[in-house]
Each structure stands twice: as C-alpha cells, then as structure tokens.
C-alpha cells in the first residue's frame, strides 16, 4: 500500500532524518491553521487515522439508512413517508462523499466496502437499535442527526481539506434532518393523543443513553483523540461534545414535555452545564464487539443489499471497458 501511495504522489520516500524534519514542518502547517490536501506530504499516521475516520463515517451513513428504511412502507402519510425517503436519500449521498475523500488517501471503495461487509471495519453504535415505533424516526433526525451535527460542524474546520469540504454540505443536511425529527416528535407530543405521547416517551426511554454513546468513550479511554486533536483532526474532545448534546437537549425535551431517562440530570450553576449520569459502557463496548440487539441484521441487510447489486457494478465496468476500448480504436 505504501509503495503504491508514494507512485501515486499521495506522499513521499524520505529519510528517517528528513521524516522528523518533515513530521515537524507538517506540524507547523497544522497549527498555523493551513488546510492539508490530497498530494500534500503528510505522516503514514495521520493518513491513517484519517482512512480509518472518514471510512467509519462513510459506513456509518449507509448503515444508518437501515433503521430508517424500515419505516417508509408505514409512514403516516404522504408528507412524512415523502420527508423520511428525502432524507434516507441525503444519508446515501453522505456516505458516497465520504467514501471519496476517503479514496483522496490512496485507498479503494471497493477495499472500504468489503472490510464492512466482511465485518472487520466499525460504524456507528447508534445504528445497531432497532426502529420499534414511529416516534423512534423522530428520535433518529433529533437525537442521532443532533448528535451528528453537535460532532461534525467542528469537523467543517479539521485540517483534511477533503474531509473538510465534504462535512459543509453533509452538515447544512443535517440540520434538515434534526429539524423534521423534531417537528415530527411535537407533532406527536403537542398535537398527538395520549398514546402518541407515550410512545414519544417509550423511545427516548431507549434512544438516550444510546445517542450519548455516539461521542465514543470517555477522554480518559479514547485512545485516539490526543493525536487526533494535536493534527486539527477532531477540535474537540469527546466528552466536551457530548456535554454541549445535553446541555442543548434537555431544555428542547422539555419543551416536547418528555422526561429524559436519567434521575442524576440536574443543572450545575457551578459549572454552567448539566450533570448527567453514569453512562453503561459495558453496552456501548458490546455494541461495538458485534454483540448489539441488531448488529447481524445491519450487516446481512448491507451483505444482501451488495450481492443485489452485483449486476449494475458488472453493466457499469462493462460500459466503461467497452467506452475505453471505442476511445482506443
Ligand atoms: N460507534 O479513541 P476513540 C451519522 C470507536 S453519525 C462505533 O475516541 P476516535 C449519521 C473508535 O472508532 C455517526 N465505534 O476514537 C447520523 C475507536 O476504534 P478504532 C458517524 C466507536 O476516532 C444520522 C474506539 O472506539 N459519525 O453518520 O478518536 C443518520 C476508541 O474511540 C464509536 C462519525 O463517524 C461509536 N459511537 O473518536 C445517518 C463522525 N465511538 O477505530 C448517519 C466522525 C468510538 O480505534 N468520527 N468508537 O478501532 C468521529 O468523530 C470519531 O471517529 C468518534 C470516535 C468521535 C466517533
């Protein structure tokens, strides 16, 4: 792979004394705030790091159609069905960007693709629950896309030009996605009989701890952020991300009248934030070893959904092969 990256000029051979050198001026370019860009030198590390983000980003926007996709035969109406396949639609398109700044560092789609169907490449927990009732679709756009965007606008600045650029328009969606959560949930909760209501609750009940996890482990057992935040990768840690989730969530389920699922949540004047409870993450490092309540389906569903796909993958190369050889002749 290396050999193959420096042929394609995504970096270059140096020796051990010019890497250090070139390590270092790379981390002045870092602090000084100037965008890194696909031919730009940069450390086999970050390259790295950056494969292994962009790519769990990428599965996680196409894993996350999944939960989504499983409500739009039963969508209450025209008007809802027509919002939740737009926006099922913008998590597709979401994955494809990411997949091609991913492929901005010298790695293949296809590789990426067969590492998630093979089960070896991470995406999202979040999208490892089920969609039990329609109010965990309104829970998906506030709670999920909230996080998202609480998570992704700071990558808008990250010091991956591609990455960079690709996180503007997947995050201007985002916001879409978070506000026709919301509107579905007050519709349910302010407008909806008392049985919406509870369902409304049933599902924060579920989704809570769950969207929390969604910043990944505490500060102190994040392996990666250090160096990830010394490259302008991550800007934030997980922990102050997930902090600012609560804090701009508690008063918006207020206002839908749903209690959030944690007796320790209570405002701190001292701090200026809200305390929160403990979170489980014996669940959060299950979900992650495969052992969630919908892991296998998630990954069957993608496994299944690619062999179907085999045939426009075989008519395309078969388009291109047959253009080439028509431009050769
Ligand atoms: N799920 O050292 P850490 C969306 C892994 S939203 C699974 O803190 P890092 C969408 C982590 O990968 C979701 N795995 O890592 C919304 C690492 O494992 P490896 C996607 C997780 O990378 C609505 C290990 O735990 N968003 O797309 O510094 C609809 C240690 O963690 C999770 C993004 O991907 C998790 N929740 O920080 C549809 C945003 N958390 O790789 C779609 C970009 C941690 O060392 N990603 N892990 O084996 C990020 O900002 C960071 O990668 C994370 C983790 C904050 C997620």
């Known amino acids: 792979m290396y050999a193959q990256l420096v042929e394609t000029g995504v970096t270059q051979v140096k020796s051990a004394e010019q890497l ?3 390590d ?10 100037i965008k890194i860009e696909p031919k730009d030198w940069m450390p086999e590390a970050y390259r790295k790091t950056l494969v292994r983000q962009i790519s769990q980003h990428a599965h996680s926007e196409i894993v996350g159609m999944l939960p989504e996709g499983n409500w739009v035969t039963r ?14 639609q913008d ?14 560092l010298g790695v293949s789609r296809d590789d990426l693709v067969d590492d998630l169907l093979a089960g070896k490449a991470k995406y999202s927990s ?45 995050c201007k969606e985002e916001s879409f996605h978070q506000r026709q959560g919301y509107d579905l949930l007050l519709a349910m909760c302010k407008d909806g009989t008392p049985e919406q209501k509870e369902m409304c609750q049933d599902a924060i009940n579920r989704w809570w701890w769950p969207a929390l996890m969604m910043f990944g482990p505490s500060d102190a057992e994040s392996v990666n952020s250090a160096q990830s935040m010394a490259w302008k990768i991550k800007l934030f840690s997980n922990d102050d991300l997930r902090q600012k ?10 206002y839908l009248g749903l209690t959030l699922p944690d007796p320790d949540l209570k405002w701190n004047p001292q701090r200026g934030h809200y305390d929160f409870g403990k979170i489980d993450w014996s669940e959060f490092q299950e979900v ?8 296998r389906d998630r990954l069957k ?15 395309l190369s078969a388009y291109a092969a047959k253009k080439e050889a028509r431009a050769a002749a």
């Open 20 to 22: 250090s050198g070139a």
């Open 24 to 33: 270092q001026a790379f981390q002045r370019r870092i602090d000084d705030g």
């Open 75 to 88: 969508a209450p109406s025209l008007k809802r069905k027509a919002i939740l396949l737009a926006k099922i």
């Open 91 to 104: 998590e597709g398109g979401h994955g494809l960007y990411l997949y091609s700044a991913a492929e901005t």
């Open 126 to 170: 979040i999208f490892n629950y089920p969609t039990l009732n329609w109010a965990d679709i309104g829970m998906i756009g506030w709670l999920v896309d909230g996080s998202a965007i609480i998570n992704q606008i700071p990558l808008c600045r990250c010091s991956y030009g591609p990455y960079a650029r690709a996180m503007v328009r997947v």
């Open 245 to 254: 989730m609560v804090d701009q969530t508690v008063p918006q389920a207020e």
């Open 288 to 295: 992650l070893k495969g052992n969630g309540p919908c892991n």
């Open 301 to 315: 569903a993608r496994r299944d959904a690619h062999a179907k796909g085999a045939w426009v993958r075989d008519a």
